[in-house]
Structure formats: C-alpha cells, structure tokens
C-alpha cells in the first residue's frame, strides 16, 4: 500500500464517525461449545463462570427454590473459543460467550452488561449462528420449585423454536426479542429477565407468544436470518447503490486531494497563508491568492485532472463535500504526519535499543515546544528521525519535561525496555542531578544514561575562550559591521558595487550575519569576512568622505568609526588568531553533529583536534599567524606601528 493510500484509509476512517465499533479478532470455536455450522469469521468468547452469581436466580412470590450446582453444565460453560473482551454500555470489561446469551446478562444487578439490541450487527450474528443446541443425554441443572425437583426440557426448544436456553443461568431467554424487540415494550420475562420457573414453562411460552410485541420482533427475526444467509438483500442495501457510488467517486477527489498535500509537504511549500481565500471564491474573475494548495488543485483540474475539475465544480455549485477547506487540509497533514511517525516507530521498535534526544526552546509565538529525536540502529547503520514537537504546557521543569517525554514516547508506541540514553543540553531543568529530565527518567529506565549533548559542551567552549577581551572586542565589532550594511539597502548595494569593482572573481557579495547561539558556525562568518575585507574598508572609506548629498551624518560617522576600529592592528591580530582556531573547530562541530558518529569516533575526532590546538601553541606557528595579520594590514595599506600589542596578546 502506497503512501497516499494509506494516508486516505486513515483520513477515511476519521471520517465516519458513525460506524460500529470493528469485531474482535476472529478464532476457531470449540467444537463442543458451538455449532458446526456458525461461520468462521464470527468471533465468539467464552464465559466467565466465576463470576456469575448462581445464587440470585430470579424468583417469583409464590415460589421458593434452590439450586443445585450441575458439574456437566458447569463444564459445559467452560468450554470455549478464543477469549476476548467486549465493553459494556457502562465502560466496563466483561468476557461473553456467543453460544451462551446468559452471560450478556448481569444476574447480580438484573440488567444487561451489553443490550443486545443495541450491539453491533456483528454481534447480533455471532449470538444467531453460534447458538447451542444441547445433546439429548445433557443432564439440566436441577432446581427445588415447591418441594419438587424440576429442571429445563429440551421438548420445548422443539416446540418453541424462538426459546434460548443459557447454561451459565440455568434459564432461557427469548432470543428474537432479546434482539430485536422495539424500546419501550415491557415484555418482562424472557426478555428483561431470566425465566426458570419451571412449573408454569409451557403456559408462559404460549402466553408470550402470543404477545404483538413478540410477533413483530419474529419477523424481524426471519427478515435477519433471511438476510445473513444471503438469501434475501437487505433493503438498506439495495437503497445504497448511489451512496456506494457516491462514496466511490468521493474517495477518487480524495486521492487527488491527498497526492497534492503529500506534493506541498515533500517540497516544503506551505499550504497556505494567514491571508487565506476560501475555495467558494477561487472562481472569482478578481479572486486574491487562495494558497498554494488551492492554487495547485486548479492548476491540476486545468491540466486535465478529472478528480481535482469535479472538487472544483462542487465547490461553485455550493456543495458541503469538496475536500477543499482548510479544515480537510489540516486533517490531511496530520494523517501524514501519525503514518510517518508509525512507519519510524516500528523501525524504532524493531532495533534492539534507542536514545531520546531533545531540547525545549520558544518559537515565533513564544510558546515552548520540545522537538524529539530518537536514535537508535537500523542494522548496522545509525539513525537520527525526528518524531514530532511537544508543546510544554506544564512548565519547563525537570519533573514535567521527563514526564511529557515519557508520555508522548508511550503514546507514540515505543518501547521504553529498550531505552538506553538521553541526550540533552546542559541547563539545570534538563541536567540538574537530583530534579532534572535526565535524573527523573532515569530513576525510572536506570540503563538510560544521561550524555551532555558533546557539540554544545564545544559550544561552551568557545564561549569561554571568547571571553578573553580582544576576541570579544572583535566579535563586536564584526556584528556591528554586519548590522551596518544588512538593514540598509542603499549601503549593502554600495557594498556590492565596491566588491565587484575590486574582486570580480569573488562570488560573494554579502557579509554573514554571526550566529547567536551556536558559536562555532561563526566560522563561516570570518572566512567571509577576510575575503572581502579590502572591499569593506573600501566601502567604509568612500561612506565616510563621500558628499553629504549622498550619505547623511549618522552613515558617515557610523563608517568612520567602523573603519578606525577594523584597520586597527590589535583587531587584526585577534581576527586571524579566532579564524585560525575556528576554522580547526569547524571541522569537529559538523562531526559531532553527524548522526552516523558512535562515540568512539568521537573520542577519535576531539583528541585529533586536540593535539592539532597543542600544536598551535608553538613560536612558529604564532609567528606564523602573526605573518598573515601583517599580510592582511597591508593589503589595504596598514602599516603596523606597533608590534608590542600582538606580542602581549600571544
């Protein structure tokens, strides 16, 4: 099954709201318990004897009676096909048996566990076909009515063909109007109650048989056994020829409607917008964007696409099912997203341990969301998936991130046996070693070793190191410069122009903003920023003493500033010392970030650099690096003045 079918089975099955709950699994009945002739996709149950209250048979006024425990019945009760549960009315558990209408029946309370007119035409179809019919040498329970010994006889089963007799109850029902009797009647025994009052059996039958009420529930009756044996087509049935039709040509817009979100979400286009125009006006001569998605269904049914051109012409006839609103959007991408994350979590379940990676952080809306991430094996091969945002509504702290992990992980379907390692940051709700998440799970799953996540531990660092005061001078200094040209059109078009005056090899015409948590990305930044460092000292230089006509007062003293403080030799040191060490560390932090790395590549990988940053702290390699900043103060026509201040900074 394809991706797009399987997302439309499930968008479907949300969709009919009104459909009975789906049988139990089906099993091979016993061949004592059940008839031979019941079907084999008819799913049956056995009784629970135990908890049947033998000792509460129903009475009547003038009758006093016992009841004498029949060890074949009891073993006949017994007996029984695959176990299964079936929900009550009240939400509560019960086990039945489809040969025995007795345990539907609650002889303690006096009501039905489960009305059988209520219960789903499955059911009804497991209690007709599997119906018992006791052998002639069966020994009935025998009761004391009256000082006499009495128990059921199977002549009238014969003469009554509608009689049911329960094992479990010692009692027999009407089973036609158990069914299929109409609410409201008060049919008493044989249908609200149990009837075991055998002295006064034959004159009961005949009196409720000849009730109106039991004549129309046997009609009924023959109508379903004339239908379930196929011999007669249910006139629901023969009425639902054009909503078979119906339903087919809906499913058949569906399919389209589906294959264009899946489209929209491989592509990462989104569907639409805040502006969104609703599809009853997308046949508007002067309509306004109506979104990518409608925007491609049209698109779609101008090509040609049958389907995609009949969603559109219910939509302008005004008709309710067109698949087309925001809402059937939106059930859409959740569909996909529930069959992504199954198809994963079952990949998931399948290795034989995983980690749960995660991190909370504020979105656009200032809402705290926690992206979760597990890794795991497939094979031989290391795996990172994604499994969805967790919005934190409870707080951020260390009990109540573990326990919406925990939750989400269980509502996902993973096994938690198999968890073996956390991954977070470093922050005291998350590493904290009493209340933090890692603590917290792992009192629970004690083999889910906490590791601090080793690219932010890098991350810190580089943090720490740039603390030392020339570097964080010049970190400043090269945002200020990015936040010059970035928010002014007319000074970064200056700065193209300059570049491609002076470097027309260079495809670079745009400085990089510095990034402002993860630290060793601004690696990027400084290679950029060399590059085109004459073109930027040039462009300052023309701002600065260009005409007032062109450049106001605050451009002009904002270049001059930025220009003395970049083409001083102190930046220009530090600049080339920080590049020359970042561009060691870039290196690792894409290593550490790699999925496929285990943790003794890691080890490999930090101790190379290791010894690679030990042998930096040599006198060549820093008259090395100090050769390069003198090589970069003259080409823009520095001459360095004093060399005691990079002298003192080594």
Not at 74 to 83: G, L, M, V, Y
Not at 188 to 207: A, D, I, V
Not at 438 to 444: D, E, M
């Amino acid at each position: 099954m394809s991706f797009q079918q399987k997302t439309l089975s499930a968008l479907w099955g949300k969709r009919k709201r009104t459909e009975p709950a789906a049988a139990p699994t089906s099993s091979e009945a016993d061949d004592d318990s059940a008839p031979a002739s019941a079907s084999a996709d008819i799913t049956t149950s056995v009784c629970n004897v135990s908890n049947v209250d033998h000792s509460n048979a129903d009475s009547e006024s003038d009758t006093e009676e016992t009841f004498e425990a029949c060890p074949e019945a009891d073993h006949a009760a017994k007996r029984s096909c695959t176990e299964s549960q079936n929900m009550t009315n009240d939400g509560e558990s019960f086990l039945f048996d489809f040969s025995d209408i007795g345990t539907f029946y609650d002889n303690q309370h006096k009501r039905w566990k489960l009305d059988p007119r209520t219960a789903p035409l499955h059911t009804k179809v497991a209690l007709v076909s599997g119906r018992w019919k006791p052998e002639r040498n069966y020994k009935y329970p025998v009761r004391i009515l009256r000082d006499k010994h009495r128990t059921f006889l199977l002549s009238w089963c014969e003469r009554f063909a509608w009689l049911e007799y329960s094992r479990c109850l010692d009692a027999c029902f009407c089973l036609p109007c158990v069914l299929f009797a109409a609410s409201g009647q008060h049919l008493g025994q044989l249908y609200h109650t149990p009837f075991h009052n055998w002295t006064k059996s034959t004159t009961e039958f005949g009196r409720h048989q000849e009730q109106k009420a039991h004549k129309t529930s046997m009609i009924r009756f023959s109508e379903f056994l004339a239908i379930s044996s196929g011999k007669k087509t249910d006139v629901a049935v023969q009425m639902s020829s054009e909503h078979q039709r119906q339903a087919s040509e809906n499913m058949s817009r569906l399919r389209s409607v589906v294959s264009a979100v899946v489209f929209c979400g491989r592509q990462n286009i989104a569907l639409r917008g805040h502006r969104y125009e609703s599809f009853e006006n997308l046949h508007a001569e002067k309509s306004g964007n109506p979104g990518n998605f409608l925007a491609l269904m049209k698109f779609r049914a101008e090509a040609g696409d049958k389907s995609a051109l009949e969603s559109f012409h219910q939509a302008h006839g005004g008709r309710r099912v067109t698949y087309l609103g925001a809402g059937i959007q939106n059930d859409l991408i959740q569909c996909c997203g529930n069959e992504i994350r199954d198809s994963l979590v079952q990949a998931i379940n399948k290795s034989p341990f995983f980690s749960v990676l995660a991190d909370e952080a504020s979105d656009c809306s200032n809402k705290e969301q926690m992206p979760v991430v597990i890794r795991y094996l497939e094979g031989s091969d290391i795996r990172e998936d994604f499994l969805g945002f967790v919005l934190c509504d409870n707080g951020t702290t260390g009990e109540a991130l573990a326990e919406l992990i925990l939750t989400k992980l269980r509502k996902w379907g993973l096994n938690l046996d198999k968890l073996r390692g956390q991954g977070y940051d470093g922050a005291g709700n998350m590493a904290g070693r009493l209340s933090g998440c890692a603590a917290v799970i792992s009192r629970s799953y004690p083999k889910a070793l906490y590791i601090h996540c080793a690219s932010h531990c890098l991350n810190l660092c580089v943090i720490a190191a740039s603390k030392i005061t020339p570097v964080s001078n010049m970190w400043s200094l090269l945002r200020e410069v990015s936040i010059f040209f970035k928010y002014s059109p007319k000074r970064s078009a200056k700065l193209e122009s300059v570049i491609e005056a002076t470097n027309e090899e260079s495809h670079v015409t745009k400085l990089v903003d510095l990034c402002k948590t993860r630290w060793v990305a601004r690696s990027t930044a400084l290679v950029t920023f060399e590059k085109l460092f004459p073109s930027v000292v040039s462009t300052f230089q023309d701002i600065s003493t260009g005409p007032r006509s062109e450049w106001n007062a605050d451009s002009q003293s904002a270049a001059s500033s930025l220009l003395r403080s970049i083409t001083s030799f102190e930046f220009i040191v530090a600049f080339i010392t920080t590049a020359r060490v970042m561009a060691r560390l870039h290196a690792l932090t894409i290593a550490l970030q790699s999925s496929s790395l285990d943790i003794i590549k890691a080890y490999g990988q930090v101790g190379s650099v290791r010894e690679d940053v030990a042998r930096c702290r040599t006198e060549e390699q820093h008259q090395e690096w100090f050769d390069e900043a003198v090589a970069m103060a003259e080409s823009v026509s520095l001459i360095p003045r004093c060399y005691c201040l990079a002298l003192d900074f080594y």
